[in-house]
Protein backbone atom coordinates (compact mmCIF):
# COMPACT_ATOMS: atom_id res chain seq x y z
CA UNK A 1 0.00 0.00 0.00
CA UNK A 2 1.04 3.62 -1.09
CA UNK A 3 1.65 5.69 1.83
CA UNK A 4 2.43 9.73 2.11
CA UNK A 5 3.43 11.33 5.51
CA UNK A 6 2.89 14.93 5.56
CA UNK A 7 4.82 17.21 8.31
CA UNK A 8 3.00 20.63 8.46
CA UNK A 9 1.88 23.30 11.22
CA UNK A 10 -1.29 23.23 9.65
CA UNK A 11 -3.14 19.67 9.49
CA UNK A 12 -6.38 20.80 9.24
CA UNK A 13 -5.59 22.25 5.35
CA UNK A 14 -6.06 18.80 4.89
CA UNK A 15 -9.26 17.82 5.87
CA UNK A 16 -11.44 17.91 3.45
CA UNK A 17 -9.10 16.95 1.26
CA UNK A 18 -8.71 13.94 2.40
CA UNK A 19 -12.20 13.05 3.17
CA UNK A 20 -13.78 13.54 -0.03
CA UNK A 21 -13.93 12.23 -3.81
CA UNK A 22 -11.17 9.65 -5.06
CA UNK A 23 -8.72 10.28 -2.11
CA UNK A 24 -11.74 9.32 0.81
CA UNK A 25 -12.83 5.93 -1.01
CA UNK A 26 -8.81 4.76 -1.50
CA UNK A 27 -7.82 5.14 2.12
CA UNK A 28 -11.29 4.11 2.88
CA UNK A 29 -10.35 0.56 0.86
CA UNK A 30 -6.77 0.45 2.18
CA UNK A 31 -5.48 1.39 -0.97
CA UNK A 32 -3.76 4.71 0.44
CA UNK A 33 -2.15 5.35 4.01
CA UNK A 34 -1.99 8.92 4.19
CA UNK A 35 -1.06 10.22 8.12
CA UNK A 36 -0.81 13.59 8.92
CA UNK A 37 1.91 14.91 11.27
CA UNK A 38 1.37 18.49 13.31
CA UNK A 39 5.53 19.23 13.65
CA UNK A 40 4.39 21.51 16.15
CA UNK A 41 4.72 18.32 18.23
CA UNK A 42 8.41 18.50 18.18
CA UNK A 43 9.00 21.97 19.28
CA UNK A 44 10.86 22.10 22.22
CA UNK A 45 10.89 25.21 24.21
CA UNK A 46 7.91 25.85 26.37
CA UNK A 47 5.78 28.21 23.77
CA UNK A 48 6.03 25.36 21.27
CA UNK A 49 7.87 27.87 18.83
CA UNK A 50 8.87 26.05 16.14
CA UNK A 51 9.91 29.02 14.20
CA UNK A 52 12.85 31.84 15.14
CA UNK A 53 13.74 34.81 13.55
CA UNK A 54 16.50 35.17 10.78
CA UNK A 55 20.39 35.58 11.35
CA UNK A 56 21.24 38.40 10.39
CA UNK A 57 18.11 40.05 10.31
CA UNK A 58 14.98 40.30 7.86
CA UNK A 59 11.31 39.92 7.35
CA UNK A 60 9.85 36.66 8.50
CA UNK A 61 10.99 33.72 10.36
CA UNK A 62 12.91 30.47 10.04
CA UNK A 63 11.89 27.02 10.80
CA UNK A 64 14.23 25.64 13.25
CA UNK A 65 16.63 23.04 12.12
CA UNK A 66 16.36 21.28 16.11
CA UNK A 67 12.65 20.85 16.02
CA UNK A 68 12.25 20.37 11.98
CA UNK A 69 14.97 17.28 11.66
CA UNK A 70 13.83 15.20 14.67
CA UNK A 71 10.53 15.51 13.37
CA UNK A 72 12.06 13.70 9.94
CA UNK A 73 13.43 11.17 11.62
CA UNK A 74 10.75 10.13 13.98
CA UNK A 75 8.62 9.79 11.32
CA UNK A 76 11.12 8.07 8.82
CA UNK A 77 11.51 5.76 11.76
CA UNK A 78 7.64 5.20 11.68
CA UNK A 79 7.77 2.30 8.62
CA UNK A 80 10.21 0.10 7.46
CA UNK A 81 10.72 1.82 4.20
CA UNK A 82 12.34 4.87 4.92
CA UNK A 83 10.90 6.73 1.90
CA UNK A 84 11.49 9.65 -0.57
CA UNK A 85 11.71 13.07 1.47
CA UNK A 86 10.05 15.70 -0.77
CA UNK A 87 10.74 19.22 0.40
CA UNK A 88 7.76 21.89 -0.79
CA UNK A 89 9.24 24.83 -1.48
CA UNK A 90 9.43 27.58 -4.17
CA UNK A 91 12.84 27.00 -4.40
CA UNK A 92 12.40 24.07 -5.69
CA UNK A 93 12.48 21.91 -9.37
CA UNK A 94 9.20 22.97 -11.16
CA UNK A 95 7.01 19.73 -10.54
CA UNK A 96 5.31 18.04 -13.90
CA UNK A 97 3.84 14.70 -14.24
CA UNK A 98 7.08 13.32 -15.40
CA UNK A 99 8.02 13.94 -11.90
CA UNK A 100 4.54 12.48 -10.72
CA UNK A 101 5.07 9.70 -12.47
CA UNK A 102 8.62 8.97 -10.66
CA UNK A 103 6.99 10.12 -7.47
CA UNK A 104 4.14 7.17 -7.85
CA UNK A 105 6.97 4.49 -8.72
CA UNK A 106 8.20 4.76 -5.03
CA UNK A 107 6.23 3.20 -2.44
CA UNK A 108 5.98 5.73 0.60
CA UNK A 109 6.95 9.71 0.10
CA UNK A 110 7.24 12.49 3.11
CA UNK A 111 6.34 15.64 2.22
CA UNK A 112 7.55 18.21 3.94
CA UNK A 113 5.48 21.61 4.20
CA UNK A 114 6.88 24.83 5.19
CA UNK A 115 5.68 28.29 6.25
CA UNK A 116 6.97 32.06 6.84
CA UNK A 117 10.79 32.75 4.92
CA UNK A 118 11.43 28.67 4.90
CA UNK A 119 13.09 26.06 6.85
CA UNK A 120 17.11 26.97 8.38
CA UNK A 121 19.42 25.96 5.10
CA UNK A 122 20.73 23.02 7.36
CA UNK A 123 17.42 21.03 7.12
CA UNK A 124 18.45 20.92 3.41
CA UNK A 125 21.89 19.91 4.17
CA UNK A 126 21.61 17.46 6.45
CA UNK A 127 18.16 15.36 5.25
CA UNK A 128 18.77 16.26 1.34
CA UNK A 129 15.23 16.18 0.29
CA UNK A 130 13.91 16.69 -3.28
CA UNK A 131 12.92 20.07 -3.75
CA UNK A 132 9.82 20.96 -5.74
CA UNK A 133 8.02 23.55 -6.46
CA UNK A 134 4.47 23.62 -8.43
CA UNK A 135 5.04 26.91 -10.46
CA UNK A 136 5.92 30.31 -10.62
CA UNK A 137 3.66 32.33 -7.95
CA UNK A 138 3.42 32.54 -4.45
CA UNK A 139 2.02 30.83 -1.95
CA UNK A 140 1.70 31.44 1.79
CA UNK A 141 3.25 27.78 2.19
CA UNK A 142 3.80 24.12 0.97
CA UNK A 143 0.50 22.46 2.52
CA UNK A 144 -1.29 22.93 -0.93
CA UNK A 145 1.76 22.75 -3.30
CA UNK A 146 1.59 19.30 -1.18
CA UNK A 147 -2.05 18.30 -2.00
CA UNK A 148 -1.33 19.24 -6.20
CA UNK A 149 1.09 16.70 -5.74
CA UNK A 150 -0.58 13.97 -3.75
CA UNK A 151 -3.76 14.26 -6.20
CA UNK A 152 -1.74 13.93 -9.55
CA UNK A 153 0.46 11.07 -7.60
CA UNK A 154 -2.35 9.41 -6.44
CA UNK A 155 -4.05 8.91 -9.52
CA UNK A 156 -1.11 7.41 -11.31
CA UNK A 157 -1.09 4.73 -8.82
CA UNK A 158 -3.06 1.19 -10.11
CA UNK A 159 -5.12 0.40 -6.96
CA UNK A 160 -6.32 3.98 -6.72
CA UNK A 161 -7.99 4.82 -9.99
CA UNK A 162 -10.27 1.71 -10.51
CA UNK A 163 -10.74 2.51 -13.84
CA UNK A 164 -6.97 1.20 -15.37
CA UNK A 165 -7.52 2.61 -18.60
CA UNK A 166 -8.85 6.41 -17.75
CA UNK A 167 -5.97 8.06 -16.76
CA UNK A 168 -3.75 6.53 -19.38
CA UNK A 169 -4.91 8.93 -21.75
CA UNK A 170 -4.76 12.06 -20.17
CA UNK A 171 -3.00 15.12 -21.92
CA UNK A 172 -0.38 14.75 -19.53
CA UNK A 173 0.58 11.04 -19.49
CA UNK A 174 3.78 9.80 -20.67
CA UNK A 175 3.53 9.74 -24.73
CA UNK A 176 0.61 11.82 -24.97
CA UNK A 177 1.37 15.32 -23.83
CA UNK A 178 -1.39 17.52 -26.05
CA UNK A 179 -4.31 19.51 -24.69
CA UNK A 180 -7.66 17.37 -24.81
CA UNK A 181 -10.09 17.85 -27.07
CA UNK A 182 -13.58 19.49 -26.79
CA UNK A 183 -16.57 17.72 -25.37
CA UNK A 184 -20.68 18.08 -25.37
CA UNK A 185 -23.39 16.57 -23.57
CA UNK A 186 -27.39 16.94 -23.22
CA UNK A 187 -29.09 19.13 -24.32
CA UNK A 188 -28.23 19.13 -28.09
CA UNK A 189 -29.23 23.00 -28.47
CA UNK A 190 -28.85 25.69 -25.39
CA UNK A 191 -29.12 29.33 -25.77
CA UNK A 192 -28.79 28.75 -29.75
CA UNK A 193 -25.33 27.13 -29.15
CA UNK A 194 -25.60 23.99 -30.93
CA UNK A 195 -23.30 20.52 -30.90
CA UNK A 196 -21.15 20.08 -34.02
CA UNK A 197 -22.96 17.84 -35.86
CA UNK A 198 -20.58 15.42 -36.17
CA UNK A 199 -20.36 14.05 -32.78
CA UNK A 200 -23.89 12.75 -33.57
CA UNK A 201 -24.02 11.09 -36.83
CA UNK A 202 -22.61 7.78 -34.91
CA UNK A 203 -19.48 7.45 -37.66
CA UNK A 204 -16.47 6.98 -35.21
CA UNK A 205 -13.78 6.72 -37.56
CA UNK A 206 -14.99 10.38 -38.87
CA UNK A 207 -15.18 11.26 -34.82
CA UNK A 208 -12.13 10.20 -34.15
CA UNK A 209 -10.29 12.19 -37.29
CA UNK A 210 -12.20 15.34 -35.89
CA UNK A 211 -11.35 15.28 -32.41
CA UNK A 212 -7.56 14.62 -33.18
CA UNK A 213 -7.50 17.47 -35.12
CA UNK A 214 -9.30 19.33 -32.87
CA UNK A 215 -6.84 18.09 -30.62
CA UNK A 216 -3.81 19.28 -33.30
CA UNK A 217 -5.64 23.13 -33.46
CA UNK A 218 -6.43 23.45 -29.19
CA UNK A 219 -2.48 22.69 -28.72
CA UNK A 220 -1.56 24.61 -31.62
CA UNK A 221 -3.48 27.59 -30.57
CA UNK A 222 -3.07 28.09 -26.97
CA UNK A 223 -0.11 25.49 -25.97
CA UNK A 224 2.26 25.43 -29.00
CA UNK A 225 5.23 24.70 -26.44
CA UNK A 226 3.46 21.40 -26.19
CA UNK A 227 3.98 20.50 -29.92
CA UNK A 228 7.90 21.18 -29.86
CA UNK A 229 9.10 18.05 -31.24
CA UNK A 230 5.83 16.13 -32.07
CA UNK A 231 5.17 15.14 -35.67
CA UNK A 232 2.17 17.25 -36.64
CL1 LIG B 1 6.07 24.33 -2.99
N1 LIG B 1 5.74 26.60 -1.69
C1 LIG B 1 5.47 27.91 -1.63
N2 LIG B 1 5.49 28.53 -0.43
N3 LIG B 1 5.17 28.65 -2.70
C2 LIG B 1 5.15 28.01 -3.87
C3 LIG B 1 5.42 26.65 -4.02
C4 LIG B 1 5.72 25.96 -2.87
N4 LIG B 1 5.32 26.31 -5.31
C5 LIG B 1 4.98 27.45 -5.94
N5 LIG B 1 4.89 28.47 -5.10
Known amino acids: ?36 HDMRGWA ?20 KVDCV ?6 VRAMDANSGKLIMLSPQGRKFDQKLAEQFASEERLILLCGRYEG ?9 EPE ?9 NGGEVAAMVLMESVMRLLPEVLGDGDSNRFDSFSSG ?27 NHAEITRWR ?21
Not at 69 to 74: F, L, M, N, S
Not at 122 to 127: A, N, S, T, Y
Open 1 to 36: MFRFDVLTLFPAIFDGFLSESILKSAIALEKLHVQL
Open 176 to 202: NRLLDCVQYTRPREFRGLIVPEILLNG
Open 69 to 74: VPCVDA
Open 44 to 63: NDKHSRMDDRPFGGGPGMVL
Open 131 to 139: EVSIGDYVL
Open 119 to 127: FDERVVELL
Open 212 to 232: MENILQRTKSRRPDLLDGVDQ
